[in-house]
């Protein structure tokens, strides 16, 4: 078991990040690290096959997010964030719950920054993975409308092979 109890690992990783946080409780970035350190700790339970302490490692990764939520809900990183640590709930367990709720913490951060493109994607990528053909032509037709507006920095723009798949899923989908 990675970070798992044996020698207090777990618990003391915890208390580092948990004073990390104390000192800074709005700093963002201080929780981006401490989601993405429980992150790596839980893929390596996964590893390990130990899915206990991997759904340990994914809780506190949670509750790093969840937490700066509360406190920064006016960052659509954050569920952006949150939305991803769902979408790796659920390529590590397979629950479908956890994309649908990473479904939803995507829509909260599109909702804070509806003209990121990344969040439109990732929305139209979820929704796609979810077999919500409909939905996830709608934002993947979002993401194109607000690529078109990013003609200034091409370098921001949709990949010339992305954007032919997506059309080309648009398409197969009636849109």
Known sequence: MIGGDEGGTRESVFLLL??????????????????????????????????E?????????????EGKMVLRPEMARLPALG??????????SGDEEELTKAIGMIAVASGLDPQNMQLALRWARLLEELGDG?????????ALVIDENLWLDPLKQIESRERRRIELYIEGQGG
């Open 18 to 51: 948990e004073g990390a946080d104390a000192a800074v409780p709005y700093d963002v970035v201080a929780a981006e690290i401490g989601a993405k350190l429980w992150l790596v700790i839980g893929r390596a339970n996964e590893e390990a096959g130990d899915a």
């Open 53 to 65: 302490a991997r759904e340990v490692a994914f809780e506190r990764a949670l509750d790093f997010v």
């Open 83 to 92: 939305s991803a640590l769902r979408r790796e709930h659920f390529e590590l």
């Open 134 to 142: 409909a939905g996830a032509v709608e934002h993947y037709q979002r």
